[in-house]
């Protein structure tokens, strides 16, 4: 049910008010005339029912914190206080529209935009210059004037820099897409928290979408990709031309605030100095009709080899993954366990240990990326023939000889890069379905078998990184059990080795138990401890329920367009592992699910 429209009020204070310009959740901003200065203002409310301190703690903090500013940039306060139970602030009036509306509008150019950015990075040098952190730099709190004036509004967040963090009353502050990592992760934030805001912005700007689209994603999904996943590339024509811009915006993005630019001024001098330097080749793209926004292709994974040189083609991970959309579906089976273990699945009690080692932490496949091939003989000869067909005649002159096209780059498989010795090696996950055999021999075998009641396998996982594992299982009643980390394994720890065989469970197996059907498996393996995950702060000492919610932001916090899947040949005297591997550069983390299938 909408919330009843306030009356608009005669006057607030000695101002008169003539007409309200918006409304929000904490109050209203309304037109109004000041009688002793004869100037028109803006002025901000408070909803009469709000009375809670915080919120009137923040309505002053913004009118503090803008009243010791002083800059063309920044809006004026003119005065704060209270009338009749009501807390407001007078402030300038400025006609003309936010940049949200602006750039919904595509009325700027491509230098329009990073002029912009840099009186906004002035506006944030002078306040950083007062100790004050703005902390909501996004496009709706820029307005750009009639007049061609650009403002910096709405510091009801900022703060003097102090030593404390964006929590209020249990609820991270700021707008999630907008905020820096250690914003949301309630961290002490610094001027370079403004910077990466301010990143964000110039993404959204010069590529015409946000970086963690799409914006229909749950709150948490996008807080998770925020604080873990790099941006992919902004990928217009203007930033492959003008791979600057990218470097840009790239560093005001990083994840970690000492690797962003060190001041607004800095951020500031960086767009400048390319501007003047590019003025003639941005000209020259947009004159051409080329794209300065984001669009959406749709190309074929293994054309990308040809359509960009090798390090522009690992730069652009968010394409390299595209046939990878199929999901390899999960370890299922109706699987049974003893009193207190995963639902439906039963450890053998009669089994024999293992006769299979785990792979030693210090040995790594040895399936290695394979070199470029050459032209195959026919070809060459084939091409020979041509040419000595096409000879010119006696007294002409010999056309230039074509120049041959360089072969293009071979694109890596799962299971070359896992194996990688790339200086950042993308994350990577082997899995391995080990059956037990005659006599209890372990025997690994492909996961796409259909399994008999009766039949006992337990599972095995290697990463080719040291990181975080977390291996899940849902049972046929829907309801989903920490399978790793296990009391039994690791110390009850989810902290995994590089190249290191984790078998689950470890020197037993689980027995396939009636009723048939499919069970699902889902893992999730990364580079940087999240402390939502069992196993991190302390080990676990019995098998978990697992969180559906959590699993499911696991999920979506990884696009399937990273990922590239492999199996080993059913011929090949290796395990029958498949392989599953983040192909972005820097990326932190791969997941997948399986389905095993019990007749």
């Known amino acids: 049910m909408a919330r009843p429209t306030t009356p608009l009020p005669e006057s607030i204070g000695r101002f008169t008010i003539q007409e309200v310009l918006g409304r929000g959740g904490m109050g209203e901003v309304y037109k109004a005339f000041d009688p002793a200065l004869q100037r028109t203002v803006a002025v901000k409310t408070v909803r009469p029912d709000i009375d809670r301190p915080e919120y009137l703690d923040r309505m002053m903090r913004e009118a503090q914190a803008c009243a010791r500013l002083s800059h063309p940039n920044i809006v004026t306060v003119y005065e704060a206080g209270q009338s009749d139970g009501v807390v407001f602030i007078a402030m300038e009036y400025l006609q003309g529209r936010n940049l949200s509306d602006v750039l919904d509008s595509k009325a700027l150019t491509f230098e329009d935009k990073i002029k912009i950015l840099a009186k906004v990075l002035e506006a944030l040098h002078h306040a950083h210059g007062l100790d004050v952190v703005h902390r909501d730099i996004k496009p709706s709190n820029i307005h750009l004037g009639s007049d061609g004036t650009i403002k910096l509004m709405d510091f009801g967040l900022a703060r003097v820099l102090v030593a404390d963090t964006l929590t209020a009353s249990g609820n991270v502050l700021g707008t999630p897409h907008y905020a820096s990592p250690e914003q949301l992760k309630g961290e002490p934030v610094d001027r370079r928290t403004d910077i990466y805001s301010t990143g964000v912005m110039a993404y959204e700007m010069l590529s015409g979408r946000r970086p963690f689209e799409p914006d229909n994603e749950s709150l948490s999904s996008v807080i998770l990709k925020v604080i873990q996943q790099p941006a992919a590339p902004m990928d217009t024509e203007m930033s492959r031309m003008l791979p600057e811009i990218e470097q840009i915006v790239s560093r005001a993005m990083s994840k970690a605030p000492g690797d962003r630019f060190p001041s607004a001024d800095d951020m500031r001098q960086a767009l400048i100095n390319f501007l003047e330097s590019s003025r003639a080749r941005i000209s020259a793209i947009e004159s051409s009709g080329g794209s300065t926004v984001w669009e959406p292709k749709s190309i074929p994974a293994q054309e990308l080899s040809s359509l960009f040189p090798p390090a522009e083609s690992r730069r652009l991970w968010w394409a390299g993954g595209a046939a990878a ?275």
């Open 325 to 599: 959309a199929v999901v390899i579906g999960a370890l299922t089976a109706a699987l049974s366990w003893q009193t207190g273990a995963p639902e439906t699945m039963r450890a053998d009690a009669n089994a024999a240990p293992s006769v299979a080692a785990p792979a030693s932490s210090e040995s790594a496949p040895a399936s290695s990326p394979a070199a470029v091939t050459a032209t195959p003989a026919a070809e060459t000869k084939r091409a020979a023939s041509v040419a000595a067909d096409s000879k010119p005649a006696a007294g002409t002159a010999a056309p230039p000889a074509p120049v041959a096209a360089p072969a293009p780059p071979k694109e890596r498989d799962a299971i070359e890069l896992f194996a990688a010795n790339d200086a950042i090696v993308s994350p990577g996950l082997r899995f391995r379905l080990i059956q037990a055999g005659p006599d209890d021999a372990a025997v690994d075998v492909d996961p796409s078998k259909e399994f008999q009641t009766g039949d006992r396998i337990r599972f095995a996982f290697e990463s080719n990184i040291d990181g975080y594992l977390y291996v899940a299982q849902q049972g046929t009643s829907g309801n989903w059990t920490v399978l790793f980390p296990n009391p039994e394994i690791n110390g009850g720890r989810n902290a995994v080795k590089r190249f290191q065989d984790y078998q689950v469970p470890d020197d037993n197996f689980f027995r396939m138990d009636p009723p048939a059907g499919v069970e699902r498996i889902f893992v999730f393996l990364s580079r940087e401890p999240l402390a939502a995950l069992p196993g991190f702060d302390r080990p676990v000492q019995s098998f978990e329920r697992g969180s559906p919610a959590l699993i499911t932001e696991l999920r979506n916090s990884i696009q399937s367009r990273d990922l590239v899947f492999a199996k080993d040949s059913a011929k090949s005297k290796t395990p029958q592992a498949t392989y599953v591997v983040n192909k972005a550069e820097v990326g932190k983390a791969v997941t997948a699910s399986f389905d095993l299938k019990h007749k």
